[in-house]
Nanobody, 119 residues
Framework: VQLQASGGGLVQAGGSLTLSCVAF????????MRWYRQATGRQRELVAV???????DYADSAKGRFTISRDNAKKSVYLQMDSLKPEDTAVYYC??????????????WGQGTLVTVSS
């Protein structure tokens, strides 16, 4: 099982970017999916989470600007980021709780995608 993230890049402050992450492999079910980020010299922090039922939650820094969504059929999670600020510059990681069988769940991480917001 792997998570593959994409969509990072360079954007000007105030701009938008959408990150995507797809899970593939031998998967029974994908439960909660999350986006984390880690800026240089800082700890990794949770940005947003979406449950299998579609409930969402956000870090205070993301509320009102970022939108997390998922497509269960595609085993994918997305992060729409609007009104980007230089302080949003970080490597963004997708994360998911994935059941590989009916009774076995593991946490997986994607490889990270760099978002750079210029001022």
């Amino acid at each position: 099982v792997q998570l593959q993230a994409s969509g990072g890049g360079l954007v000007q402050a105030g701009g938008s970017l959408t990150l995507s992450c797809v899970a593939f492999g031998s998967i029974f079910r994908v439960n909660s999916m999350r986006w984390y980020r880690q800026a240089t010299g800082r700890q990794r922090e949770l940005v947003a989470v979406v449950t299998i039922g579609g409930s969402t939650d956000y870090a205070d820094s993301a509320k009102g600007r970022f939108t997390i969504s998922r497509d269960n059929a595609k085993k994918s999670v997305y992060l729409q980021m609007d009104s980007l600020k230089p302080e949003d510059t970080a490597v963004y990681y997708c994360n998911a709780d994935i059941m590989v069988s009916q009774n076995c769940e593991y946490e997986y991480w994607g490889q990270g995608t760099l978002v750079t917001v210029s001022s």
